[in-house]
């Protein structure tokens, strides 16, 4: 066995993270952030880097910034803009601002000074001016903004006082009282205009990232995805509509009842907007599809007989014809290129995980990751795949890392199943190895070759455990009909399968029985639940259920509520029947294996009250359990001293019911 040290949360940590990649317009280098993490100081700095893609090492862009994100380049070449919180000639930021610099180095400019801040933002083609979100309160002037903004901080009472459904979102409530417009921005001169100023027009209010709109090429244009409902839901089905950016008015390009709309992108020649459409009246699940609309109105869906999901970004080839993005298949993610006139689908780039690419002047470059490595940058050379920076190669060399594989097994209806399996390292089959299923969330999700910062397989792994992880009927990535057939009978197959997936392990020699465990998060946390009161005691020696579904009637609290009644197939007060054989809850009375409870308190998508209700059951019935609950954390726990405690709690809590030893 190597001697190289075991990789564990400190070395997770230590590690440098890539963002996604913007590439110069002769594509000759990308830019894109890269996050470092103190352990010592808990907290993070984001910074820019450029990166050759014709050879040659990276190189650092900006010093002075704690979190300077989402950079872009410009359409000109001579510049790149980014988003920061910084302190500049006198002036400290209090919402992250634009900022722009040029790419051979130099101080950043500040451009203009935005009262209610700036989020996602897009050039256009010219170079000259920025398009960009911000939220504002909608019935107030520009002028008026940041005078609204001072009283509104100002404010003695601190409640939140709302009459909209959607009014809060993952870990943060929506802004009291505003709204996400588009503005536009001269970079020269730093004046901003707000385009829906006075009028009802709003992007997102969940999430408005700058997939949500695009520019056309002759900068006249920009389309945007909007919820056309007078009660914005967070399950909204959405519309498109195009905005003149001369003089602001908006005309609705696309509106159907029974679909729903995303992602707009223009085609280079201006003449096609492609988009995601998903038919969501054959069923809440329908996957977003590759569509296209033209001048005149007339739009189709081209990858309607092509069983994925398409993913945003979308990114017009060069000849019009084809359209990239990134898509699951079988529990992997890839780039692909979809040629619109044979409606075909080809891998340009196969994962892994692809997480995000950037095109420019006949270049691709991939940001992507792995089960054996973080996030890398890439560029597409030919046929060829070369790496175009090696920031974590030398921290990675100095761990071992166990190898993994992914086996196929037949679980519920007889259907074959994916289950991954990652190996300790030095794994020996002659002795016997503990095992530990980590369950995924979602359920629309799946797990993969990719690499997890919170739920490292690695880490896992180099505790001496073989861990498994099955992609069970829900997960995406394998059809729609495998993926929408839990619907309304949550828990069943999903526990046929991860059984399946224990009864295949006790039949391999390496395997010890009496040393299996089982994890998960959010609807893993939901499963691990279900299991405890549906799995005899004994065949699992420990749980563990960070942010688990517990009490679906309860469930009301969080953000996603509208979906409920869509998933479980009736709402609680119509059918409470249905949705208590759903419920981890309502088998309390067998709960019987110890279970680790973790939760943070910033969770508005799975609420706290979920884990506290189910550690404060399992006390109550005597069994043994231990709650590990943050004040400061959301679904994730995202800091890194808070991380340590975590991985610390997690190992120590399975060592403790667990003999698991070294493997013999």
């Not at 829906?196 to 002759?218: H, K, Y």
């Not at 709690?649 to 019911?657: C, G, I, R, S, V």
């Amino acid at each position: 066995m190597s001697k190289a040290k075991a990789f564990d949360v400190d070395a997770l940590w230590a590690l440098d993270r890539i963002g996604e990649p913007s590439l110069s317009p002769d594509g000759a280098q990308a830019v894109a952030g890269v996050t470092r993490h103190s352990m010592a100081n808990n907290k993070a700095q984001s910074s820019l880097w450029l990166f050759s893609t014709l050879g040659g090492a990276p190189r650092r862009l900006t010093e002075a910034g704690e979190k300077d994100g989402n950079p872009q380049w410009s359409p000109r070449g001579d510049l790149i803009a980014f988003t920061a919180k910084r302190e500049q000639a006198g002036v400290k930021d209090d919402e992250a601002q634009l900022y722009v610099i040029a790419p051979d180095g130099g101080e950043a400019r500040r451009v203009g000074s935005v009262p209610t801040g700036v989020e996602a933002f897009k050039w256009f083609p010219d170079g000259r001016r920025i398009a960009f979100v911000s939220w504002v309160w909608p019935d107030r002037k520009a002028a008026a903004q940041a005078e609204a903004l001072k009283d509104f901080k100002a404010r003695k009472e601190t409640a939140y006082v709302t009459d909209e459904a959607l009014y809060r979102f993952w870990d943060h409530h929506i802004p009291m009282g505003r709204v996400p417009h588009l503005h536009v921005m001269d970079v020269a001169t730093g004046k901003a205009r707000d385009l829906f100023e006075g009028t009802a027009w709003e992007l997102n209010r969940a999430e408005p990232d700058a997939n949500t709109f695009d520019i056309a090429p002759d900068g006249r244009r920009i389309a945007f995805a909007f919820d056309p409902g007078a009660e914005k839901k967070l399950d909204g089905r959405f519309a498109l509509a195009e905005v003149d950016v001369r003089t602001r008015r908006v005309d609705t390009l696309l509106q159907d009842a029974d679909w729903h709309f995303a992602a707009p992108r223009y085609s280079h020649s201006g003449a096609h907007l492609a988009f995601l459409a998903s038919h969501q009246a054959l069923g809440h699940n329908q996957p977003d599809r590759l569509a296209v609309l033209d001048q005149r109105g007339h739009w189709a869906v081209f990858s309607g007989d092509w069983d994925h999901e398409v993913a945003a970004p979308l990114h017009w080839a060069e000849d019009d014809q084809h359209v990239l993005f990134a898509a699951e298949d079988r529990g992997r993610r890839h780039l692909w290129q979809f040629a619109l006139g044979d409606r075909q689908a080809d891998i340009v780039f196969e994962g892994g995980h692809v997480g995000s690419f950037a095109q420019a002047s006949g270049f691709t470059v991939v940001n992507h990751d792995g089960m054996q490595f973080p996030p890398r940058l890439s560029v597409l050379d030919g046929e060829a795949v070369r790496r175009i920076e090696a920031l974590n190669d030398e921290r990675l060399a100095a761990h071992a890392f166990g190898r993994h594989e992914e086996v196929t097994i037949t679980g519920a209806r007889g259907d074959a199943v994916q289950m991954w399996l990652t190996y300790p390292p030095g794994f020996d089959a002659k002795k016997k190895h503990a095992v530990m299923h980590v369950i995924h969330g979602g359920p629309h999700t799946a797990f993969g070759d990719s690499w997890h910062w919170r739920w490292n397989h690695q880490a896992f792994a180099a505790q001496g455990y073989v861990v498994a992880c099955v992609n069970y009927h829900g997960s995406s990535s394998f059809g729609h009909e495998f993926l929408d057939c839990i619907t309304g009978r949550w828990g069943e197959y999903e526990l046929q399968d991860v059984e399946a997936g224990t009864d295949w392990l006790l039949k391999q020699r390496w395997v010890d029985g009496k040393r299996i465990v089982a994890t998960g998060g959010s609807y893993g946390g939901y499963m691990v639940a279900w299991m405890n009161g549906h799995v005899a005691p004994g065949r699992y020696q420990a749980y563990v259920c960070h942010a688990g579904c517990y009490d679906w009637q309860a469930m009301y609290a969080d953000d996603a509520y509208s979906w409920h009644r869509k998933e479980l197939g009736a709402a609680y007060w119509d059918d409470p029947q249905k949705v208590a054989a759903q419920s981890p809850h309502a088998f309390a009375r067998h709960f019987t294996t110890p279970t680790l409870v973790m939760h943070g308190a910033l969770d508005y998508r799975v609420p706290d009250a979920q884990g506290l209700a189910y550690y404060n059951t399992l006390k109550s019935l005597g069994v043994p359990s231990r709650l590990v609950w943050f004040p400061d954390e959301n679904h994730w726990i995202l800091k890194p001293h808070n991380s340590r405690l975590w991985y610390g709690e997690f190992f120590a809590w399975l060592d403790k019911h667990v003999v698991k030893g070294p493997a013999r």
